[in-house]
């Protein structure tokens, strides 16, 4: 039986480069032999708690250096980490405690009156992370491991819960093996990660893209973690400069925020690696982005289920702004008949159909759901309910969620397709394309737009000029303004609150 554990991370750096500089937070630094022992010792901690191997341990804390310190301190007692997002209220927190069937709540002070609510609620045990805390003295008194646990390479090392489109959250199981492999395959075969570079840790680690992409990929290649407990991008182009930073992972809105900073700031960081990910990049900010910081973007695709990358831009293939490049090795990405739900399907180059996933990166199921399970993974395939193409170079785009398309009059509107049109509108900061219930149409396209800085434009403005641009099924026919786009935990638009929130109004634009 092949074995495998997620914390032999850090644990071959502390082996093979242990005075090397592994995590910056504000003035704290650690090497990875110190990061590696103050894990051991939280290790020792929770054996001494009676955490068993395969036991679930909840862990809440923002981008400081307690999360990797308890990440790999509950991997190393041979446990399962269910990291819990940091913007959910107290009954969500509840329903990952329950759900998970976590015996264990890790909390950092910050979240310790949510944390606590839910662990009274669930009858968990919470305990706050942090030197002076109870479980730092646990962890000074503990005798610490003097090695990880050993597991089977398929056992549970990781349940994210998802961000629940449709109903509630459901935990994804991921094994050492999926994420050992998404890690190592993202260091050194998608990108070209090297053990003297330095990442902005700004994702958070408690959302797979974080979590894989900037703490375990980064560490498996012996490179430095800077981290960034709250994104603010004039923050984090002054930290990037400061700490020499060179590898910067985000999501769209991120990457939008540094853009309209890059102007103000001194001076910006001179970066090789630029990862964007957990949403659609406009093509319109790649090139701002670009243009301000002379850095190229690799835009990827993932989600929790396929740990979580299954696909990025990569410089042995070319990038190509507006796709999500090439399946990563070792990985199948291919597109399937989106209506055939029983079966996978596939459908030649050029076709329009349901992107499905296989390979080391899938994950094992929804834990305690099989009926959902057996919907997501069939005939071997992970079905990821994004709709997309493959060209013949096989390059992959995706074109939006199957759930997101408008059906306008019986046409078929692609919202990812509008917002890049819209994009390109100098007025436009950002934007969000929805459909809303329409007594003639079935569906009307609605724009949710923020409008740039030093611009105004109305709606009328707004949809004249979509209607040069766009198809006349397709340009929206309402806009709406906001001052800010909602934003789930991992950054990303949520749009079915703009759906709740503008679906009993009478449009502003006609």
């Not at 990166?361 to 759901?369: D, E, H, I, P, T």
């Not at 329409?438 to 609605?446: A, K, R």
């Not at 786009?485 to 703009?498: C, N, T, V």
Request: glycine share 10%; charged share 25%.
């Amino acid at each position: 039986m092949a074995t495998l554990s997620v914390a032999a991370v850090l644990a071959e750096n502390a082996r093979r480069r242990p005075d090397k500089e592994a995590l910056v937070e504000g003035d704290l630094r650690l090497t990875f032999a110190e990061v590696w022992r103050r894990a051991r010792a939280q290790a020792g901690a929770l054996a001494g708690l009676d955490v068993r191997p395969g036991d679930r341990v909840a862990l809440m804390a923002p981008n400081t250096a307690d999360f990797p310190v308890a990440y790999y301190a509950v991997a190393a007692a041979g446990a399962v980490v269910v990291p819990v997002h940091l913007l959910l209220s107290a009954a969500e927190v509840e329903h990952v405690l329950r759900d998970s069937g976590a015996t264990l709540l890790l909390c950092h002070p910050a979240q310790a009156e949510t944390g606590a609510a839910a662990a009274r609620a669930t009858g968990v045990r919470m305990l706050t992370l942090g030197d002076g805390s109870e479980f730092g003295r646990l962890a000074a008194d503990a005798e610490p491991l003097p090695s990880y646990v050993t597991r089977n390479a398929d056992d549970p090392a990781v349940v994210f819960y998802t961000s629940g489109t449709t109903g509630v959250p459901k935990g994804a199981v991921l094994s050492h093996f999926n994420l050992v492999m998404n890690a190592t395959v993202n260091a050194f075969d998608a990108n070209d990660i090297r053990p003297d570079d330095v990442a902005l840790g700004a994702l958070p680690l408690f959302h797979a893209f974080g979590q894989t992409v900037s703490l375990n990929s980064t560490w498996r290649a012996g490179a430095t973690l800077v981290l960034l407990p709250r994104f603010d991008a004039a923050r984090a182009i002054e930290l990037m400069v400061k700490e020499n930073v060179n590898t910067f992972h985000g999501v769209p809105t991120m990457f939008v925020a540094l853009a309209a900073a890059a102007p103000g700031a001194e001076a910006l960081p001179e970066l090789r690696v630029c990862v964007s990910g957990g949403a659609s990049l406009p093509v319109a900010v790649l090139e701002r982005f670009e243009e301000a910081f002379g850095a190229k973007i690799y835009e990827g695709y993932g989600l929790s289920e396929t740990s979580p990358a299954a696909a990025v831009n990569q410089p042995v293939f070319g990038a190509r702004p507006g796709t999500i490049g090439h399946p990563l090795w070792g990985v199948d990405v291919e597109i399937a008949r989106a209506e055939a739900e029983d079966r996978v399907e596939l459908l030649p180059p050029g076709e329009l159909g349901e992107v499905v996933v296989r390979g080391h990166n899938v994950f094992s199921g929804y834990l305690g759901r099989p009926e959902a399970t057996a919907e997501a993974l069939v005939d071997g395939w992970f079905r990821t309910g994004d709709l997309g193409t493959k060209d013949d170079e096989g390059f992959l785009r995706i074109v939006d969620r199957k759930k997101d398309v408008i059906i306008r009059g019986g046409y078929n509107v692609y919202p990812r397709e509008v917002e890049e049109v819209l994009m390109r509108h100098p007025g436009i900061a950002q934007v969000a394309v929805i459909g809303l219930p329409d007594d003639l149409h079935g569906e009307e396209v609605c724009a949710v737009v923020v409008r740039a800085p030093d611009r105004a434009p109305d709606a009328a403005e707004v949809t004249e000029w979509s209607k040069e641009h766009l198809g006349r099924h397709k340009y929206p026919r309402r806009v709406e303004f906001a001052d800010e786009l909602p934003l789930g935990p991992s950054m990303k638009i949520l749009k079915r609150e703009l759906r709740v929130r503008y679906a009993g109004r009478t449009g502003s634009g006609r």
